[in-house]
T-cell receptor
Framework: EAGVAQSPRYKIIEKRQSVAFWCNPISGHATLYWYQQILGQGPKLLIQFQNNGVVDDSQLPKDRFSAERLKGVDSTLKIQPAKLEDSAVYLC???????????FGPGTRLTVL | QQQVKQSPQSLIVQKGGISIINCAYENTAFDYFPWYQQFPGKGPALLIAIRPDVSEKKEGRFTISFNKSAKQFSLHIMDSQPGDSATYFCAARVGGGADGLTFGKGTHLIIQP
């Protein structure tokens, strides 16, 4: 069974530029999560989708971050404009349903200069 | 406010020894406690998980001990091997709709040959 796919794996941008990350969850997984992992810390939830609807985006900095999952499968996370403190690994995870185990992708490492 | 406190921050264990990592939580609404293992450049991988109605769960060399009254849980790695060298994260989740994980800060484990 294929795991969670993410691209790109690495991205370097200047501050104030925009960037987008893509995630393809495990086939059949209805629930999708985006986490931010700053170096030396545990992942922090940004947003949770159930199919194509948002369940929780309470920790998403909505002035600069946005995410969508239009067809209930793939998802994109966008940052516009980026700040230095956005440098982190952005992890996508999926689960078969709510209250089920979450499986993580390899992440996208973002460096903002 | 850090809802899941993890210790120690780093740990060195001799090959064949027992590695012990501890976590404490505050939110009594948490009802699921997974442990994740993360290697450099990879996403977190689910290792083992427990629910609060069980005091211990064992899978191979990995055991979770759970103390509901003390709001603490721990990971024991028996017969630790150099391949176990990684960063370990405890996490917790509130049951119901919004079930994003709250992670500890991680423990960097080194198993010396």
């Amino acid at each position: 069974e294929a795991g969670v796919a993410q691209s790109p794996r690495y991205k370097i941008i200047e501050k104030r530029q925009s960037v987008a990350f893509w995630c393809n969850p495990i086939s059949g997984h209805a629930t999708l999560y985006w986490y931010q992992q700053i170096l030396g810390q545990g992942p922090k939830l940004l947003i949770q989708f159930q199919n194509n609807g948002v369940v929780d985006d309470s920790q998403l900095p909505k002035d600069r971050f946005s995410a969508e999952r239009l067809k209930g499968v793939d998802s994109t996370l966008k940052i516009q404009p980026a700040k230095l403190e956005d440098s982190a690994v952005y992890l996508c995870a999926s689960s078969l349903a709510r209250d089920r185990a979450q499986f993580f992708g390899p992440g996208t490492r973002l460096t903002v200069l | 406010q850090q809802q899941v406190k993890q210790s120690p921050q780093s740990l060195i264990v001799q090959k064949g020894g027992i590695s012990i990592i501890n976590c404490a939580y505050e939110n009594t609404a948490f009802d699921y406690f997974p442990w994740y293992q993360q290697f450099p450049g990879k996403g977190p991988a689910l290792l083992i998980a427990i629910r609060p109605d069980v005091s211990e769960k064992k899978e191979g060399r990995f055991t979770i001990s759970f103390n509901k009254s003390a709001k603490q849980f721990s990971l024991h790695i028996m017969d630790s091997q150099p391949g176990d060298s990684a960063t370990y994260f405890c996490a917790a989740r509130v049951g119901g709709g919004a079930d994003g994980l709250t992670f500890g800060k991680g423990t960097h484990l080194i198993i010396q040959p």
